[in-house]
């Protein structure tokens, strides 16, 4: 099952989570973009790749800058060691594709489609 499909089937709890995340990652007393970069070092640390993936997307997408995402990817590494490297090194990875696509005018895509995204 796809994310569209599973998000028509459970419409009223996909739909809340989405108001969640749109009402969580929106600029207030903390910048909407370190929110974001906030959740990128949550789901790192959980080692959910979607969600790396997503957030590192939505951060880029947030006019998060490279030494933002570095200076965050190194708390990773603080919190969770040899795995949190692990991690930030695919978050960073994505970034680099991201960045890539960008310069190269192809379509950011998700490998896989995720609850982040």
């Known amino acids: 099952m796809d994310l569209k499909e599973w998000r028509k089937k459970t419409a009223k709890t996909s739909g809340a989570l989405v108001r969640m995340r749109q009402q969580s990652y929106s600029d207030g007393a903390l910048p ?5 970069l906030m959740a990128l070092a949550i ?5 959910c790749e979607p969600c790396v993936k997503g957030y590192v997307k939505l951060a880029y997408e ?6 933002e995402l ?14 949190g490297e692990e991690w930030s090194m695919i978050a960073y990875d994505y970034w680099k594709k991201i960045n890539n696509d960008n310069e190269s005018n192809t379509k950011i895509n998700n490998d896989k489609e995720g609850c982040c995204d």
């Open 62 to 67: 947030n006019g998060v800058t490279e030494e």
């Open 32 to 36: 909407g973009k370190h929110k974001l």
């Open 70 to 83: 570095l200076e965050t990817l190194d708390v990773v590494m603080t919190m969770g060691g040899c795995p």
């Open 43 to 47: 789901s790192a640390i959980i080692k």
